[in-house]
């Protein structure tokens, strides 16, 4: 597929900061920043998703009777 044009405003503040990462040499153009950005963006609504879709199985599944949240917690605590 091939690149589209966008034009965006980012205000004074992105302006500079996105300036400030090219004259640092991390990135060769604006448009690397903010793919990496939008690649971030991305990455955690994946992941917040997954959360989500974790949450509602836990939520539809059967109640757990013999569940003691004082030895979870220590269990937890050894594991750090």
Sequence with gaps: ???KNTSVVLGERYDKF???LLEDGRYASASEVLREGLR???EREQKFKAL???LEKGELSEVVHDFDPDVFIAKMRERS
Excluded: H
Aim: net charge negative; charged share 15%; glycine share 0%.
């Design 40 to 42: 971030l963006v991305e």
């Design 18 to 20: 996105i300036a400030q």
């Design 1 to 3: 597929m091939a690149a």
């Design 52 to 54: 989500n879709d974790a």
